[in-house]
């Protein structure tokens, strides 16, 4: 069982691709029984929270906030996994920025969030070329291309 749920407090519309992008996201890491929560935010939003739990004054794409210390813990056989914050005036700039759709920028933004989620990071080289390549295969996967 995956259950998760989309707060959409900018009334972005174009986002019901994302049901497959995160369920092949949770298969490649072999996730069967979660909840988790998406929320898209606007820039005032998204500022805040990363001044207030970053300790940074700017506005940001996305920022996930994990619930579980490690993947072994589960609450009655659920993964409880957090909370992922998306900025939606964010994400449309950098799809004309990188010259590609909203579909594939918002795609990279739920699987880069969702992959934080359960565990991943990129402060070493190391660690992001790990979680870079789990994106792209979701993403290629899933046929969603620059």
Known sequence: MINYEINNLVNYENYDYLDSVIKATLKLEKVENAIFSIIFVDENEIQKINKEYRGIDKITDVISFAFEDNANV???DIRILGDIYVCI???IDQAKEYGHSEKRELSFLIVHGLLHL???DHQTKEDEEIMFNKQEL???GENITR
Do not use: K
């Open 74 to 76: 589960v609450y009655n």
């Open 89 to 91: 005036p964010r994400m």
């Open 118 to 120: 359960l565990g991943y």
């Open 138 to 140: 979701v993403l290629d």
